[in-house]
Each structure stands twice: as structure tokens, then as C-alpha cells.
């Protein structure tokens, strides 16, 4: 406005004329300070008295014929800027009630300040003049649509008639008759989000640009939908990134969300739960708060809070739901103290003189939009009186709220607003004025001839009309801008029509002062006490400054509460994790069981210890915090089993090494000779591998050791077995099979034994190498858990690769095979003479083996799934047993002969026994001639010879071969059979 003020309007006249300094002073960005500093402030604010009143004239009429609140001047205006504020407090949320003390007037004023500004500066606009109409909304949705419709409506020269059109009209009366109503550019506001998203759509319709100084909903950045919206504040998704962020710093991790349930908070604390779900903040009470809400609901509500666990509390509300919240609170004899992070939408709300109970939302945390405390605003703000300023005409009513006053309140003491603490958005209104400023001026230099002469009765520049009114032409030079606006902010708009984040981080402290009489008094301000800037890495968005205190609130005894209050769900111990569940936000603290463990007190998971090996739990019936090696299960020394075995299988070592002793040192004694001293040797052999063996099979598996389980087994069974057999066949071809011819007997000399049994032990080894082609040796580990409790700590049995089933029926019959003969020679060779029936002992070994190898067949094959490490014990158990066997009942009587029984181990005793058998023979083969009596002699090579040169001791089979083969037959019919000789 171009006030007449005869001193500043002639100076500044002046100096646009004829002065060149105004060319160095266009220059910059702004001339706020020039237009006003302390002294033009005061200046200006003494001449507002001479002011003409007529032309603040206030309408109160609507389109709906609900009452319209504003006030307007649109004289010598080339422009008009229209202003939506929340003047007064919503009622019900559907009138106006009381005015607001904070958020209200001093937003006005704000708008009005920056159009003076904007008015006075000689650089930016010159030669126009900018007009306002500014209405208020109360906080109503409705009534702010009924004021935004009759402002675009009558702003736009739509030709639709409003409410307040004739108010207009006779305003245009009295200012000309030949001047055209200036239109309107655009709107600053609304405040709240819902309000704005209400009259976004209106604007839409009508083309009308708005600029919004504190609506954040994040469903306005949806540029299809609200195209003509835009905002000096930041959007409400950039905020819950900044309140997710403080509180992490605070380790805060578990909290309470309200809202209120409209477009504002509902998006609001959409977008913070999505947030706090990604960084593992937990939400205990999530309640909103519907519009038309009761002191009743209010208090169920309260009832929630203290019910809940959580300590921190995020209120995403609009003002009138805070004031309804916090109503009750204060109503609680003994109120719960809790910690509060408000929104931007009513962080400075217990600053106003309306203030809330300071002593409950002592402590609390807002996210703000940074702002420096603009001095020039707070100057000319100090020095505003109803006298001084006419033109509002709510000032008066704002200036008794404040002071707590009535009627004429200049005279009282103490009515300075020099300490009324600056809202956050006084300079936010002032940057939506600049931007519709600057994008004017940017419209008007490319579209009108310089040098720009505005006519105002024909609405256009140097003759030439340009129709800005209603149509979307400003639109894009808004969305351009890009300007330092006074305020200091950068102002430049993004995709969604916001402007960069960067929030100031406040804590509402109390200063506590104890008088000398013994009271205290305590006064409470708001403390900056961080930044959140979005633009730089989101580790380095939030700055706490250190060196400022910190306060978390006041307690019941009205001290200061220390430290930072917890607010976190309960940890869960080492060795739980946290378990989500519908029902409890903090889940359930469940045990990490079996193979399962952590190690800290906030695991939302269980680690597995099977990743580090064969590892299991330390504690895993409990809940376990480490891995423990789990044990390998296999027959181990220490087995009763394996302590057994081992015993018998040393004694049978200790028994083998006497005998051998024995016989070595006996070598050539005859009971020694007439056994077949090298059956005997290759019997002792295979009692040895057995014995030897059986430690194979307690070892701990390896891929030699089950390579060596596999061949000692049938290796020392078809030795022992294999001579024995190889022996009996011997012994059943000379005593036997020789009755029937007297032809010399082949392959009988002991080396050919040891071929034959050697044989039988190769074909052996042949079937152990096809299986062990067949089917490699290698190590089986198999986890096997506990039977009466599958998390105990288990067991890895350590066993060898079975044998294939057709390798093993191939070994076992082989085996049986040669048993089975043996008992077939030997029951033949039954009564072959006395120095040679070990066909005897031979058959009963037999027979023993048979059933201990029947008994560990079917032992073998019940086990194999059942008891996999107890087969070793059986097979080892059956080969010492058998080693046992052939070494006890074949070769322990002639040990026992050599080494207690000395007088059968004599020449004279073997003679004695050897030839009575012989004769025996003799007899037996009288049955050659079918029939025939035999006369039968025993003659020697050398007649007369002495008894005993004549009958030598017969004391091997080999002698007994040559004697039998050297006997006469003489038959008494004169019929002679051939001497066999050898």
C-alpha cells in the first residue's frame, strides 16, 4: 500500500527519481532491511493512525449465508493477494470460537508486514501496488471453503454474484468510478492441511495459485490432483523421516501415536508407521481422533495412554484435538508424565498465552521448519496497539486475550508484545508473498514492453491487456522461482511443490527459580536444540548440538526429571529372540532352541549354529547364547561293550603269544610235527588278524580304518577256516580216500597246503575288492536326535559305509561255505588214527563257528538301522569269539600236550600209537579183494635191523603216507597185489 506518509514517502520518491543508488540498491535480492529497520518501523507505525479507517472494512456475508470474517483493501491496488488464516479456534468443528492467540493475528500481520514491504521496495515490482483480502477460516473446513469460494469468486471477475460482492462494489464506489477492481493473483494459505486440501480442489477449478505457509499432509504433493498447490513448508513425509530419526538418537524404540482422523493426520501417521516399521520402532497404542470427539472419548482415550507401556508419545493432530487431549490429562489427580513429539501442526501451541498445562507437555520435542527469529518483524510487531493499528480489526480483541484485559488496554502496564515469542510460520507467510512477488515481476518483464506502465482501469501493461485474471499464465512462473527471499530461506519448489526440508528440533524447558522465601517459580520457553536438514545423507540429517541441556520434563514434586526416560520394549535375554505376534506390538521373547541361538539382548531372530559346523546350542532346552561341538557317537574304548572286547581280545594276544612260544620252542617235538606245523602257523596268522582286527573296529571311523574293517574281517576268517579245511581234505585223502587205490597220493606235501589255503584266502579277497569297488569305503555322519527331547543336544553317529548287501551274502556264503565243508571232511575223518584226528577238534570248531555265525548274522542285520555304532561291536565280538574258538579246541590241546603233558610229546608213546593205527589201516584194507582174507605184514627196507631202526616213530602224515604206501599185500590164494612204492 501507498500509505501518505509525508516523510518516507517523499524520501523514498526521491531517491527512485534522481538517485542512482536506486540502480546499485535494485541489485539485490531484496531491500527489506532498507524499507524496514527499527527506526522506519516505528516511524511507519505512527503515522498507521492517520490512516483512512473507511478503507479496512470487514464483510460478514457469505455464499452459503454463513458469517464471513476479513478484512480487505484493494484501493490503488494493480493486484490482490488473498490471505486464508485461522484467525479464531474452531468450536464442535463447525464454528468459530475463541481467537487464537498464537497462529492467528500474528499470521495477519505477517502478510500485511511483507505486502508493505514488498510495496515500499523500489526494486522489486515498481510502479505496482499489491491489495489484500484476508479471511478467516477458524479452523473449519467448511467455513474456510465458504471464505476461499467468495474470495476467488470475487477476485476473478467470474461474473458470479457472492456474497460480498455489493460490499466490494460499494468499496469500488467510493474509491473511483473509473478504475476496474483489481483480480486477484492468488492465495497465501490455508493453515491446516485439511482446510487446505478442501479449497486446493476450488482452486484448481478456478485457476487460482496457492501457496500454503503450514499445510504438510503429504497428500498435497500430489501434483495431478492439486496442480495449482504449493508450499514454504516442508512435506509431512520429510517430517516423520525427521521424527523416525530423533528417535533413534534417543533410542527410543518403542511409542504411542495419535492422530487426528482426517486428511492431515491420517496420511501423516501413515507414512511414520511405514517409516517405524522399516527402523524397528515399535507401536504400542495407535488411536485416532475423529472430529466430532466428547469429553468422554477424550478420557477413554487418557485411559489408553496410561495403560500402555510406552513413555513416548507422537501426536500427529491438528490444534483443536491437542487442546481436547490434553484438556483431560490435566483433569488426572496424579497425571502420568510422558514425553511428546509434536508435529509442526502444534509444536509452539503451549507458547500461546492459551497455553496447555505446561507442566504435562513440560519436556516436549518438536519438529518445526527452521526459522531465525526475524528481528525488523518483531520490532514493528513490539510496537502494534488497536490505536496503532486500525486496519486489523481483530487486533483489539487479540490485545485484551493476550494481556487478560478489557477495553482499552494501551494505558496498562506490562502490555508490551515485546516478549511474544515468534511462531515458526511468521516468516514462512512472508516467503509465500515474496514468491507470489517475485513470480510476478518475472511475468510481467517477459510479457509487457519496458518500461512497464501498469493501466489499471483496463487491467493490462503499456495498452496492451494481458489476462492474468483467471487463467493458469502466473502458474508456471511460480513453479520457477528461485529467490533468497528476507526471511533469509531459499525459496525454490521441487516436483511436489514443496520446498527443501529443514526443520529445527525444539524441547519445551522449564527455568526453575527458587525465591529467598522458600517458593519456586517456574517459567517455561523453547529451546532449539538441533537441526534435521533432508538435502545431505540421511545419516548426517539430524545435528543435536551438545552443548545445549536437554530437558525430558517435570516430575510430580516439580523437579526436573533426569536423564532421558526409557521408552523400549522389554529385551529379550540372550539366548530368546523377539517373536512377532498380532496381539502385543513387542512380540513375545521365545527361546532359541536346539540348533538355535543368539547372543544379545534385542535378537529378532534366532542365529544357527549349523552354519558354523556340527554345532548345537550350549543350553538347548533352555535357550541357548552359543554353539557347542556336538559330541560324535561310535563305539569308543570306554563302552562296556568296547571294554570287553578289548579284554578278551588282549587275552587272546597274550594266549596267541605263548602258543607261538610254545611251538617255537617245540618246533620239531613230534605232537608239533604231527599237527602240521605250517597249518598251524597259518592258523595262528588268522587268529592274530582277528584278535588284531577287533581294536580296527573300535577305532574312530576313518577311510582307512573302514577300509580295514572290510578286508581283516574275511581276510582272517577264510585264513583260519580256509587251512583248517585245506588240512581236514588232507587228512581224509590219506586215511581215507586212499583205501581205494594204491596209487601214490599228489599235492599232499606241506607246501602245496600252504597254496591250497592261500587260494581259498584269494578267492575271498576277490569278492572283498569287488565290493569294495562296488560300494567305496567311506565315514557316514547321521544327526540323531534325542527320543524324549528333539532341542537336547544330539549325537552325530560316526559309522563306516555298511557293506553292499550282495558283497556281504557273497562274503557270508563264501565263509559258510568253508565251515560247512570242514564239518562234512571232519565228520568223515572222524576216526583217522590218534596222532592225526584233529578232524575231530576241527569238526567241533566247526560247529561252534556255525552257530556264532548264524547268531551274529541275524544280530548284524537287526541293528543296522536301530544300532549302527553297536554292528562293530558284534562283528568284533564274533571274530575274537571265533579266534577264541579254532585257537581253544584246535590248537590248545596240543599246546597244552607240549607244555603239561610231556609224555605224549615222546617217540616212544607216538610209535606206539602210530603203529597200532597203522594196523588198524592194515586191517580196514582187507576189504580191497571184496571179500578176500588178507594176509597183511609190515616189512622195512633194511630186515634185522633193531626194533627200533626197524619201526621208526611215525610221527608226521608224511610218514604215515610213506608207510602206508610201502606195505606188501600178500592175499592167501596165492594171488600177489603189486607193492606200492614210493
Not at 484467525?87 to 495477519?108: A, E, F, K, M, P
Not at 511409542?255 to 507401536?283: K, V
Not at 541275524?858 to 577264541?884: M, R, W
Request: charge should be negative; proline fraction near 4%.
Amino acid at each position: 500500500m501507498k500509505y501518505p506518509w509525508p516523510v518516507f514517502q517523499g524520501v523514498l520518491v526521491l531517491t527512485i527519481l534522481f538517485s542512482t543508488e536506486a540502480v546499485r540498491q535494485c541489485t539485490d535480492v531484496s531491500s527489506f532491511s532498507q524499507s524496514f529497520n527499527a527506526s522506519g518501523a516505528a516511524q511507519f507505525n505512527s503515522t498507521r493512525t492517520h490512516a483512512p479507517e473507511a478503507i479496512f472494512r470487514t464483510t460478514d456475508r457469505s455464499i452459503s449465508g454463513a458469517r464471513i470474517r476479513g478484512i480487505q483493501d484493494k484501493r490503488n491496488a494493480d493486484f490482490v493477494v488473498g490471505g486464508l488464516f485461522p484467525v479464531h479456534s474452531d468450536r464442535n468443528g463447525i464454528n468459530c470460537g475463541q481467537l487464537r492467540t498464537q497462529g492467528g493475528v500474528d499470521r495477519v500481520e505477517a502478510m500485511l508486514f511483507a505486502l508493505d514491504s514488498v510495496n515500499a521496495d523500489p526494486c522489486l515490482l515498481p510502479n505496482i501496488t499489491l491489495g489484500y483480502d484476508i479471511r478467516d477460516t477458524c479452523f473449519v473446513e467448511q467455513i474456510g471453503l465458504d471464505e476461499a469460494a467468495d474470495l476467488i469468486l470475487t477476485g476473478t471477475h467470474s461474473g458470479v454474484e457472492t456474497g460480498c460482492s455489493a460490499v466490494g462494489n460499494q468499496d469500488l464506489a467510493e474509491n473511483s468510478t473509473n478504475e476496474a477492481v483489481p483480480f486477484t493473483i492468488g492465495l497465501v494459505g490455508a493453515a491446516s492441511s485439511p482446510v487446505s486440501i478442501s479449497i486446493a480442489s476450488l482452486s484448481r477449478l478456478f485457476n487460482m495459485p496457492q501457496i500454503s505457509y503450514s499445510s504438510t499432509s503429504a497428500t498435497l504433493s500430489n501434483r495431478e490432483r492439486y496442480t495449482y498447490f504449493y508450499r514454504t513448508v516442508p512435506s509431512d513425509v520429510m517430517e516423520g523421516r525427521a521424527i523416525i530419526d530423533l528417535l533413534q538418537h534417543f533410542d527410543w524404540t518403542f511409542i504411542s501415536t495419535i492422530f487426528s482422523r482426517n486428511s492431515y493426520g491420517q496420511s501423516g501417521i501413515d507414512d511414520l508407521h511405514m517409516l517405524a516399521t522399516e527402523n524397528g520402532i515399535c507401536i504400542d497404542i495407535n488411536e485416532g481422533i475423529e472430529e466430532n470427539f466428547n469429553e468422554v472419548q477424550y478420557r477413554q482415550l487418557v485411559d489408553k495412554l496410561l495403560r500402555s507401556t510406552a513413555n513416548v508419545v507422537v501426536f500427529y493432530a491438528t490444534e483443536q484435538h491437542v487442546r481436547g487431549l490434553f484438556d483431560q490429562l490435566a483433569n488426572i489427580t496424579q497425571p502420568r508424565h510422558f514425553t511428546w513429539i509434536a508435529t509442526s501442526a502444534w509444536a509452539q501451541l503451549a507458547a500461546s498465552s492459551q497455553s496447555l498445562e505446561s507442566s504435562i507437555v513440560s519436556g516436549l520435542f518438536g519438529i518445526i521448519p527452521s526459522f531465525e527469529s526475524l528481528r525488523y518483524f518483531q520490532d514493528y510487531y513490539s510496537g502494534l496497539t488497536p490505536t496503532k493499528n486500525p486496519r486489523n480489526p481483530w487486533f483489539q480483541e487479540y490485545f485484551q486475550s493476550v494481556f487478560n484485559c478489557s477495553g482499552n488496554c494501551e494505558n496498562e502496564t506490562n502490555t508490551s508484545l515485546s516478549e511474544t515469542e515468534q511462531e515458526y510460520s511468521i516468516p514462512l507467510v512472508i516467503d509465500a508473498v515474496y514468491t507470489y512477488a517475485h513470480a510476478l515481476e518475472n511475468y510481467l518483464n517477459e510479457n509487457c514492453e519496458s518500461p512497464l506502465v501498469w493501466n489499471r482501469t483496463e487491467q493490462s501493461c503499456n495498452g496492451q491487456k494481458y489476462d492474468l485474471n483467471g487463467s493458469s499464465s502466473l502458474l508456471q512462473y511460480i513453479a520457477q522461482v528461485n529467490f533468497t527471499s528476507p526471511t533469509g530461506n531459499n525459496i525454490m519448489f521441487n516436483e511436489q511443490g514443496s520446498v527443501n526440508a529443514l526443520y529445527q528440533i525444539i524441547n519445551y524447558q522449564a527455568a526453575i527459580r527458587h525465591n529467598s522465601d522458600g517458593f519456586k517459580t517456574t517459567k517455561y520457553h523453547f529451546q532449539s536444540i538441533g537441526l534435521w536438514d533432508g538435502s545431505v545423507n540421511r545419516s548426517l540429517s539430524l545435528k543435536i548440538n551438545a552443548a545445549i541441556p536437554v530437558q525430558y520434563g517435570i516430575n510430580a514434586t516439580g523437579e526436573l526429571i533426569s536423564g532421558p526416560i526409557l521408552s523400549e520394549c522389554s529385551n529379550c535375554a540372550p539366548g530368546q529372540y523377539l517373536r512377532t505376534v498380532d496381539d502385543s506390538c513387542c512380540g513375545l521373547c521365545d527361546q532359541c532352541l536346539g540348533e538355535l541361538f543368539s547372543n544379545s539382548t534385542r535378537s529378532t531372530e534366532c542365529l544357527n549354529c549349523s552354519v558354523y559346523g556340527e554345532m548345537w546350542g550350549d543350553n538347548p532346552t533352555v535357550g541357548s547364547t552359543s554353539c557347542v561341538s556336538i559330541p560324535n557317537e561310535y563305539l569308543q574304548f570306554s563302552h562296556p561293550f568296547s571294554i570287553i572286547i578289548s579284554i578278551g581280545s588282549v587275552a587272546g594276544l597274550i594266549v596267541l603269544i605263548v602258543a607261538i612260544v610254545a611251538l617255537a620252542i617245540h618246533w620239531k617235538s613230534p605232537v608239533v610235527i604231527a599237527s602240521s606245523r605250517e597249518s598251524v602257523v597259518l592258523v595262528l596268522i588268522g587268529a592274530g588278524s582277528s584278535f588284531g582286527s577287533s581294536f580296527i573296529y573300535l577305532s574312530p571311523p576313518s577311510i582307512t580304518i573302514c577300509t580295514l574293517q572290510r578286508i581283516l574281517l574275511w581276510f582272517s576268517f577264510s585264513l583260519m577256516y580256509g587251512s583248517l579245511l585245506i588240512k581236514v581234505i588232507r587228512i581224509a585223502r590219506i586215511f581215507v580216500f586212499q583205501k581205494s587205490s594204491l596209487k601214490k597220493l599228489v599235492c599232499v606235501q606241506t607246501h602245496h597246503q600252504v597254496i591250497f589255503s592261500l587260494l581259498l584266502v584269494a578267492g575271498q579277497m576277490v569278492i572283498v575288492l569287488l565290493s569294495l569297488v562296488i560300494v567305496n569305503p567311506r565315514v557316514l555322519r547321521k544327526l540323531q536326535l534325542s527320543e524324549t527331547n528333539a532341542n537336547s543336544l544330539p549325537e552325530i553317529v560316526v559309522t563306516c559305509q555298511p557293506e553292499p548287501l550282495l558283497g556281504l551274502l557273497a562274503s557270508v556264503l563264501y565263509e559258510a561255505g568253508l565251515i560247512l565243508i570242514t564239518v562234512v571232511m571232519g565228520t568223515i575223518t572222524f576216526k583217522s588214527p590218534a596222532n592225526f584226528n584233529e578232524s575231530k577238534s576241527t569238526c567241533v570248531s566247526a560247529y561252534i563257528l556255525l552257530i556264532i555265525w548264524t547268531m551274529f548274522f541275524v544280530s548284524y542285520t537287526f541293528t543296522l538301522e536301530s544300532l549302527p555304532q553297536l554292528q562293530n561291536a558284534f562283528i568284533a565280538l564274533t571274530n575274537t569269539l571265533g579266534a577264541y574258538t579254532i585257537l581253544g579246541i584246535v590248537i590248545g590241546p596240543r599246546i597244552f600236550i607240549v607244555l603239561f603233558w610231556k609224555e605224549r610229546n615222546s617217540k616212544h608213546f607216538s610209535r606206539r600209537a602210530t603203529e597200532g593205527d597203522v594196523c588198524a589201516s592194515r586191517d580196514n584194507m582187507s576189504s580191497i579183494s571184496g571179500g578176500m582174507t588178507l594176509d597183511t605184514e609190515i616189512n622195512t627196507e633194511a630186515n634185522g635191523r633193531h626194533h627200533d631202526q626197524i619201526a621208526p616213530p611215525l610221527s608226521n602224515i608224511n610218514d604215515v603216507q610213506e608207510t602206508v604206501a610201502n606195505v606188501t599185500v600178500k592175499v592167501t590164494n596165492n594171488q600177489d597185489i603189486p607193492t606200492a612204492t614210493t
